[in-house]
């Protein structure tokens, strides 16, 4: 019983580095597809606020054109104003002239009527008088100046009615005349009338339909606009989701790296794309033969136990699990046809489907599987084909 009261405690102790380990590996991954999912998300906000800013420049020159087109109209309106103006003051004119028309009209039939009263009663006079005719007023006339006072009255008489006479011809000619331009300048009044109207019809209609449509491109601009700050206010939230979720990443890669009892070494680089997964000396290169193997499928890079592993790049997990001789074997799918695999982990912080950025701690290096001390076997494969990684390192 005493060896059990020691020897539990002892083997609790024991394993409570590895659920601590587990349990940061766990919350690493889940961070991990946080990160990656918001990313995803900040990358389609950003295609949004392009096709936004798309949609607004588009408005904006929309907008443009109907500025320019209502500037034509305005020059449109204000020569079609003076065209009014011209169009008003002959109106005016004409409607003065229909005045003075209409009132020498009046005088006219007036005159008219009393001309025609005048020779009425002249022609029922000389009915009635029966006057005297040339050769009357030569038989009883006493002597020649008798003779032409006489004929003098005769003339005059006669002279006086051809006067009523032409007075009434050239007042009814007058009349008529005055007539037919007070009809002229009433249809001119009117057309003068009709095209005003007809102008300023369309002038307002034109106006108000240029108005209209630029009151609904600006009112869509401005949702657009809306929309791209509430579209930019959404991916800076992300984008700061994103940075507090790489700190805690950081935290929880710090704390692994304390629980595996290494600390990652700085990130060394090369002259490839690649950076280095660990720091420690070649032990085996690429294609050596062995008793086992024809072409060692990697290189061997020797390091102590529980040494941190970075990405040699960004990409997503498509292989982590223990396999075969490999051990704990983790395979990252990078951008084209080129992937990295990691083979020999004394345990793996990833999990399949996980995006990890070059850098990130991805494991720890150990001797799993079919190995004879602790290092990293790192493989370089080209469309699933292991290649030389010196050649991108």
């Known amino acids: 019983m005493l060896l059990a009261g020691v020897a539990i405690p002892l083997a609790l102790w024991l394993a409570l580095p590895l659920a601590s380990q587990a349990g940061l590996n766990e919350r690493a991954n889940k961070l991990d597809t946080q990160i990656s999912r918001k990313e995803r998300l900040i990358k389609r906000q950003r295609g949004t606020e392009g096709r936004l800013q798309g949609q607004i420049s588009r408005y904006s020159r929309t907008i443009g054109r109907l500025q320019g087109r209502l500037g034509g109209l305005q020059a449109r309106e204000s020569t079609l104003q003076a065209s009014l103006d011209t169009k008003l003051a002959e109106l005016a004119t004409t409607q003065e002239e229909l005045r003075t028309a209409r009132a020498l009209l009046v005088r006219l039939r007036t005159r008219l009527s009393l001309s025609r009263r005048v020779l009425a009663d002249r022609l029922v006079e000389l009915y009635k008088s029966d006057g005297p005719d040339i050769i009357t007023v030569i038989l009883?006339?006493?002597?020649?100046?008798?003779?032409?006072?006489?004929?003098?009255?005769?003339?005059?008489?006669?002279?006086?009615?051809?006067?009523?006479?032409?007075?009434?011809?050239?007042?009814?000619?007058?009349?008529?005349?005055?007539?037919?331009?007070?009809?002229?300048?009433?249809?001119?009044?009117?057309?003068?009338?009709?095209?005003?109207?007809?102008?300023?019809?369309?002038?307002?209609?034109?106006?108000?339909?240029?108005?209209?449509?630029?009151?609904?491109?600006?009112?869509?601009?401005?949702?657009?606009?809306?929309?791209?700050?509430?579209?930019?206010?959404?991916?800076?939230?992300?984008?700061?989701?994103?940075?507090?979720?790489?700190?805690?990443?950081?935290?929880?890669?710090?704390?692994?790296?304390?629980?595996?009892?290494?600390?990652?070494?700085?990130?060394?680089?090369?002259?490839?794309?690649?950076?280095?997964?660990?720091?420690g000396p070649i032990t085996s290169l690429f294609c050596e033969r062995r008793a086992w193997e024809a072409c060692h499928p990697g290189i061997d890079i020797g390091v102590a136990s529980g040494t941190p592993i970075r990405a040699a790049a960004s990409g997503r997990v498509v292989l982590a699990a223990a396999t075969g001789g490999y051990g704990n074997y983790t395979c990252i799918q990078h951008a084209g046809p080129m992937s990295t695999c990691y083979a020999h982990q004394s345990s793996i912080g990833v999990s399949v489907g996980q995006a990890v950025r070059q850098g990130q701690v991805i494991g720890v290096s150990g001797c799993t599987g079919l190995c004879f001390g602790p290092h990293l076997h790192f493989e370089v494969r080209i469309n699933g084909a292991v290649t030389d990684p010196l050649s991108y390192l």
């Open 140 to 279: 009883d006339s006493n002597g020649f100046a008798d003779l032409l006072e006489r004929s003098d009255f005769l003339s005059r008489v006669s002279r006086q009615d051809r006067r009523i006479i032409q007075r009434v011809t050239d007042d009814k000619a007058q009349t008529t005349a005055t007539t037919k331009r007070l009809a002229g300048l009433e249809v001119r009044q009117k057309e003068l009338a009709g095209q005003i109207l007809a102008q300023r019809n369309q002038v307002a209609s034109v106006r108000e339909q240029v108005s209209a449509q630029r009151d609904t491109v600006v009112s869509v601009r401005s949702n657009r606009n809306g929309v791209l700050r509430d579209v930019r206010g959404n991916r800076k939230e992300a984008e700061e989701d994103v940075a507090a979720l790489r700190r805690e990443s950081d935290r929880v890669q710090t704390r692994l790296q304390g629980l595996s009892g290494g600390t990652a070494a700085p990130i060394r680089r090369g002259s490839g794309a690649l950076i280095w997964p660990v720091n």
